[in-house]
């Protein structure tokens, strides 16, 4: 079946999108347009230690240590609630370039079997279209650094040097045990790094204001174990008492929560590779700088995919030149609100299919706190992830709108399993515990693999541990309210209290109304587009994604 998203009434308001071309920028210096280097982290949720100093009674930040990120935030603005609009990478990474809700992008939804529309718009390309020397270095997705070429060579990716950042914990351990010394194998590693950011400066003519995108995907599993400590000197012990209560504070998670940490800190002395270079090539006060990651933790009970705070709310931090800096901002924003954003500070025309809002009102005000009233809410949802998580191949839907006082969630099919079918967990023979660490798709298939996962498996009927495991992995009602006042860590869905009807009738119709005024497709025939799997092969490559009219 094929399906066409309608836009609103506000939308259909007829409107001819000139993009300003490049001979009318041919016109602006380089100096009057800024370079953009965006530094996006697969899998980085809210950790920094600029949030640990924001949170009163302290958290998992607090073990964190990320000076260069620290840096750009009191250069720039630290955005406290900046949410991605689908905890899953490609569907993330599709609103953030298109601009608009993941749910108008067709196949660029879903992980596994997704297709991007090259009707579309999507800002990297509008850049390049419009005068910008474009490049990029590992994880972004097609519409951000197109194939030039057959057999996946990319004209736009530039990286023959850095590749081992990819996976930071295990090739610094093998240098070591090599016989270099840790600090020498990390550098080998940033030098790398520096090497291909060379290269693509090196690239321009000159004459080009640039966009560069870093997209490291070292934050993602697997990590070397153990790593966190041994490379970065972060304890687990420290972390003890500080987990949230959605985590079993024992050893195996704390440590695993040490080496999660240990990648982000490795992330950050990446990112403070760049801003050396980019100082030394001259071009540091012409740059706006953004850091963010594609959202929460992985193999982590409410992280990546699911729509509680672990796994949709991200860092965020934006620096250079007109951003007035050293403020903390409170407006409610989303990551597809960087592609306006981007495009307004290129002075290219934002096409009229951008659901999304330009933060640059926020970036140039001098306000701390809540800059837009109109800010107070923003849209998450998620579809299909991994193939193997649910029999027939089926999505577990959901739609959410996350404001000051609530978390609202609408899992449109309760009848499945939020992080997949629990294969194997309730048979003679359950997966071992190493098959359930290193393999994603033995078990509960939504959620990644790793040392957290495979606790909690091996613990499942245990009557300690049991809640944890079932408040992870089991069978989620239709409707989940969160009172964030009295439970900032939604664990006590209270949805179906008396005393809560009004405010869950407010936020149901408003979730609602805005779904439909975007055009979701999860809102026609019970969902039929996304229910239907993908087609593989030669006919799937010849299908057309669904428009947006």
């Not at 879903?110 to 419009?130: H, Q, T, V």
């Amino acid at each position: 079946m094929s399906f066409r998203p309608f836009y609103s009434l506000r939308l259909l308001i007829p409107t001819v999108c000139l993009f300003v071309s490049f001979s009318t920028l041919n016109n602006i210096s380089a100096t009057e347009r800024p370079n953009i280097l965006f530094l996006f982290a697969d899998d980085w949720g809210r950790h920094a230690s600029s949030y640990a100093k924001l949170e009163q009674e302290g958290g998992i930040s607090d073990a964190v240590s990320t000076p260069h990120i620290d840096r750009l935030a009191r250069e720039g603005v630290l955005f406290r609630h900046a949410f991605v609009n689908a905890p899953s990478c490609t569907p993330c990474r599709s609103s953030l370039l298109s601009g608009q809700y993941f749910w108008r992008t067709g196949r660029g939804a879903i992980l596994l079997g997704a297709k991007w529309d090259p009707d579309i718009p999507s800002w990297p390309l509008l850049l390049r279209d419009n005068g910008y020397h474009i490049g990029k270095s590992w994880k972004v997705w097609g519409p951000g650094a197109p194939r030039d070429a057959p057999y996946g060579e990319q004209k736009y990716a530039f990286e023959k040097s850095g590749s081992r950042i990819n996976q930071f914990s295990q090739h610094v351990t093998k240098l070591a045990a090599s016989g270099k010394s840790i600090e020498e194998s990390k550098q080998e590693l940033l030098e790398g790094v520096r090497a291909d950011f060379r290269e693509f400066l090196a690239d321009n003519d000159g004459n080009q204001p640039f966009c560069y995108w870093f997209g490291p995907t070292n934050v993602h599993r697997k990590w070397a174990w153990g790593s966190g400590w041994a490379l970065w000197g972060i304890n687990p012990d420290d972390l003890q008492g500080k987990l949230p209560p959605f985590l079993p504070d024992v050893a195996e998670v704390r440590e695993d929560l040490a080496d999660y940490l240990g990648e982000v800190q490795a992330f950050d002395a990446a990112v403070g590779v760049l801003l050396e270079e980019l100082k030394n090539s001259g071009e540091y006060d012409n740059t706006l700088i953004a850091a963010s990651g594609d959202h929460g933790p992985p193999g982590f009970p409410h992280g990546k995919c699911n729509l509680y705070d672990f796994g949709t709310q991200v860092s965020l931090v934006i620096a250079g030149p007109d951003v007035q800096g050293d403020r903390v901002v409170d407006d409610f924003v989303g990551l597809p609100d960087l592609a306006p954003t981007f495009l307004e500070a290129a002075g290219v025309t934002i096409p009229a299919e951008m659901t999304a809002r330009s933060l640059w009102p926020i970036l140039t005000s001098k306000r701390e706190g809540q800059v837009d009233l109109k800010r107070d809410a923003v849209y998450v949802g998620r579809e299909r992830h991994v193939d193997s998580a649910r029999a027939g191949y089926l999505p577990y839907p959901q739609r959410a709108i996350r404001t000051a006082d609530y978390l609202f969630i609408i899992n449109f099919h309760p009848e499945r399993y939020p992080l997949g079918d629990p294969i194997g967990l309730e048979g003679d023979n359950p997966p071992a515990r190493e098959a359930v660490r290193e393999n994603t798709h033995v078990t509960l298939a939504d959620e990644d693999a790793g040392p957290t996962k495979a606790w909690l498996v091996e613990h499942r009927n245990d009557p300690q541990w049991k809640r944890y495991f079932d408040h992870a992995y089991d069978k989620r009602p239709r409707e989940e309210l969160y009172d964030l006042e009295k439970d900032p860590y939604q664990m006590h869905n209270v949805a179906a209290e008396p005393e809560y009807a009004a405010a869950l009738s407010k936020l149901r119709k408003r979730l609602l109304a805005e779904l439909r005024e975007t055009g979701d497709p999860r809102l026609i025939n019970d969902g039929e587009y996304f229910e239907t799997p993908p087609l593989a092969g030669p006919v799937a490559e010849e299908s057309t994604p669904p428009k947006v009219r």
